[in-house]
């Protein structure tokens, strides 16, 4: 199954996140099934020094896999290999209605891009972009060719989402 990728991007604080909560809690609310990834930092980890699976990582498990009777995640380790790339990681996705992606500036697929004034200072990633179909907000946007919504419009922005991606009840 080829999933439906939808992106939320943009510079440091430039409310990427607060914004893919929102529309995460939207769309599911419609009763959609969502996944979403998130590009991180090199350096990122989200398993704890002094656990067993960091213990089991440290001592050279190339994959640890914990599991639980509420939830599972694995780490892969990936040592000399490269990144893997958007597709490489949405294929191993179980089956959903959309995959939200946070990040990934530089892929092809259709993204809002969020802008705040409190945001780190950058310029119109749209302007270079054709993958941006429109513009989430928190202050007046007019030199831009492609819808711009207030970032709080959530409602908005979903619906503008759910016609982008094709999908209708």
Known sequence: MTHRIFGITGWKNSGKTTLTVKLVTELTRRGWKISTVKHAHHDFDIDKEGTDSFRHRKAGAGEVAIVSDRRWALMHELADEAEPSLEEIVARLAPCDLVLV???KREGHKKIETRRLEGRPGGSLAQND???VAIASDFPVTDEQI??????NTTGLADF???EMGLAR
């Open 102 to 104: 946070e990040g990934y």
């Open 147 to 152: 819808p711009v919504f207030d970032l709080d």
């Open 161 to 163: 989402i759910e016609h």
């Open 130 to 132: 054709p993958g941006i």
